[in-house]
DNA sequence: GATGAATGAGGATTCATTCAT
DNA sequence: CATGAATGAATCCTCATTCAT
C-alpha cells in the first residue's frame, strides 16, 4: 500500500465523498463505502476527519466557499447592467447546482436534524451568497429598474426559484417532455420578469 | 392492547408511518420503530406491506391523491377569475406541503434513488397535478390576461418556485428575519407577476 | 439451527455472560463474545436484553437476589446465638463471593461509571442485605454480647472486612503460603473478636 | 509546544496516564488518550513503553515503592507504641490508596487476567509492604499486647479490612448516611480490637 | 391475522500497534 | 527523538427481512 501524503488522501476522501453523494445520496453515505471506494481502511478517514459529520462539514464549507466565490466572479463580472448581473447570478446559481451536485446535495438538501449539527457560522455563508441578489435588487431599485417592497423577502423567493429549479433536475422529476435548457430559461424569464418594474398601466 | 381489523390496521400503520416521518424524517425511518409505535410486532407490517419500499409507496399514492384532490376542489372553487384560481392552487400546493410535510418529505423530497424503486406510474400521477396549473395558464393566455410562449415549460418554472419555497420552509433554512408568511406572499406575487401579461408599449 | 424458547435462550444468554464475566472480567465483556459462545448471532441477544447494560443489570439483580435469600436463609437457620448468627451470615457472605464469583465481579467489583448507568434502586437492595448484619449487631447490644457505639458503623466495617477478603481471594492475590480456609477463618475470627464485648478490664 | 528531554517525556507520560486513570478508570484509558493530553503522537509513547501493559506495570512499579516508602517512614516514624504503630501502618494505607487512587487501581483493583500478564516479581514486592504488619504484630505477640496464633494469616486479614475499606470508598458505596472519616476509624478500631490482646479470665 | 425467533449485513467509532521516514 | 500514515480487529448497536408456528 503506497503511502499517500496527508493533504492527498483527503482530497481523495473528499472527492470520493462526494461521488458517492451524488451517486446514493447523503442518507445512504456510509464511512466503510467510502473507504472501500478509495482502498483505504475505514480507520485512515478518522486520521483525517474527526467522524462522518466533521467530514461532510468540510464538504459544506467547501461548497459554500466555491460558490461565493463563482458568484463574486459573476457579480464583478457585470456590473453594468443590473438585469443582465441578476440573471447571470441566477443562471450561475443553476449552473452551479446542475455541475457540482455533489456539493449541492449536502449544502441545500439535506434533512434538518442533521443541519442542527453543524456550527450555524457555516450556514451563515450561505446567507452572505444571498446578499450577491440582494445588493443587485436594491441597486435595480435606485435605477427604477426593479420593484419590490421589501428586498430580503424578495431575494428569498428568488432563491426559492432558483433551488426549485435545481432541485426538479437534481431529482430528475422534470417533465420528460420538456427540454432542461428551455426549462432553465423560463425560470430565468420568469425571476426576471417578476422583479422588473412594470408602468402600473400606461398613461392616458 | 385492542387488536384492529385489516383494514385499521393497514391505516395505523400508514398513519403511524407519515407521523414517524415528520418527527424523525425519511432517514431515521424504521420497519421496527414502526411496530414499536403502533405495539404491533414488526412482522405484522409485512402482512400488510410486502416491504419498506411497498409501505412508502402507499404513502406516496395517498398524498398524490390528496394533493390532486384538493386542488381540483380549488381550482373548481376559482373557476371565475384565472389569476384568483391560479393564485389559489399555487397557495394550496404550499399549504399542502406545510401542512403535510410527512407526505411532501417522501412525494418530492427524497433522493432520487429511492423514486426509482417505484412503478413509475406513480409519479406520472404527480404530474396530472400541474395540468391544473397549465389549464389554468392556457385559458389566460386565451383571455390575454397571460404571456406565455410555451404553458408547459412555464408550468414546470410556476413548480419550481412553488417547490423551491416548500423545500426552504421544510428544512428551515429561510432567514429568520423574514416572517414565513410574508415569505410566502412574496412568491405568490412573483408567480402571479411573472406570467401575468405586460403591455411592453410604454407610453405614446 | 433450533429455535429455543425465549426463556431459555434468556437464561443461556445469562449463564453465558456470567461464565466470561469471571474468565475475562467485565472490562473484556462484548456482546459479540457472548454470541460466539451461544452460537447465537449478536443480534439475538438484542432480542432478549435492550443493550449491554440491560443484560448486566439483569445479572446483577439476579444476584443481589441470590444474595439476599440466602443471607435471609442463614440468619432464619442461626436465631439463637447471636454470634453463632453473625459468623453464620459473614461466612456465608463470603461464600458467595467465591461460589458466585461470576455475580460478585458484577455485583460489587466494577467501576462507578457503570454503577451509575443503573437505578439506584437496584443498589439499594445491596443494603438490604448488610441490614442483616446491622439487626444482628443491635440485637447483640442489648444482650450485651455486643460493643459498639454506632451499628450502621460497624455493620459497614464488617462489609468492608468481608469485601475486602473476598477481592483478595478473587484476584487470585492471597500469599500463596497461606491455606484459603485459614485465611478465611482468620477473618472471621477477627470480625467476631472486634465485635465482641471486652470488660475493660477485670475488677480490682 | 516545547519539547521535553526523553526522561522529562517519560515522567508526562506517566503523570497524565495517572491522571486520566483516576478520570475514566482503567477500562477507559487508551494510548491515544493518552498521546492527545500530552500533545504528543501516540507513537512518541512506543519509544518509551514497549506496550500498554509495560506502562501500566511502570505505573505499578512505581505505586509500589510509593506505598513502602510511605509505610516504612510510617513504621520508623511510630517505633514507640506497638498499637499506635499498627493504627498508623493502617491509616496509611488507607490514605494511600484515597490519596492516589490512579495507583491503587491499577496497583490492586484491577482484574486478574491483566496481572497475569505482568512479571511475578513486581507483585512480591507488594507482600514487602505487608510485612511491616507482621512485624508490628509479631512485635505485639512478644510484648503481650497482640494475640494472634498465626501472624501470616492475621496480617492478611487485616489487610482484607484495609483493602476492603478502599475498594468500598473508591467505588463510592458507602452509605450515604455514613460519614467516610467516621467509616475508617471505625474500621481502624476494629482491626486493633480484632488483635488486642483480651484476658480471657472475666471477674471473679 | 399475528408473532417470536433468528439472522446477515451494515452502521459509526475506537483501539493498540507497526513501520518507514 | 518523533511522527504521520496506515490498518485489522474489535466495540455496540440497528436494520430489513424471513420463516415456522
Known amino acids: 500500500m503506497e503511502r499517500k501524503s496527508g493533504a ?3 482530497r481523495m476522501i473528499m472527492d470520493t465523498t462526494r461521488k ?15 473507504a472501500r471506494e478509495i482502498n483505504y481502511s475505514a480507520t485512515s478517514i478518522y486520521l483525517h476527519f474527526k467522524n462522518k459529520d466533521a467530514l461532510c462539514h468540510a464538504l459544506i464549507d467547501e461548497g ?4 461565493l466565490s ?19 447570478l441566477c443562471e450561475g446559481y443553476i449552473s452551479f447546482g446542475l455541475k457540482y451536485s455533489e456539493y449541492y446535495e449536502i449544502m441545500f438538501l439535506i434533512h434538518p436534524d442533521f443541519e442542527n449539527r453543524f456550527p450555524k457560522a457555516s450556514y451563515r455563508r450561505a446567507r452572505r451568497n444571498l ?5 443587485t435588487l436594491d441597486e435595480g431599485i435606485k435605477n427604477g429598474q426593479i420593484d419590490s417592497l421589501d428586498t ?6 428568488v432563491w426559492a426559484s432558483l433551488h426549485g429549479a435545481v432541485s426538479i433536475l437534481l431529482a430528475r422529476r422534470l417533465d420528460f ?4 435548457n428551455h426549462f432553465i430559461n423560463n425560470v430565468l424569464d420568469q425571476i426576471v420578469r417578476s422583479v422588473a418594474y412594470k408602468p402600473t398601466t400606461s398613461v392616458l
Open 177 to 180: 417532455r420538456i427540454d432542461q
Open 131 to 135: 446578499d450577491l441578489f440582494k445588493m
Open 152 to 157: 430580503y423577502a424578495t431575494t428569498n423567493a
Open 64 to 67: 459554500m466557499a466555491m460558490l
Open 8 to 10: 492527498d488522501l483527503k
Open 20 to 34: 458517492l453523494l451524488v451517486k446514493d445520496g447523503y442518507g445512504n453515505l456510509s464511512m466503510r463505502k467510502i
Open 70 to 88: 463563482q458568484q463574486n466572479k459573476i457579480a464583478r463580472a457585470n456590473k453594468g447592467d443590473v438585469f443582465q448581473r441578476l440573471r447571470a
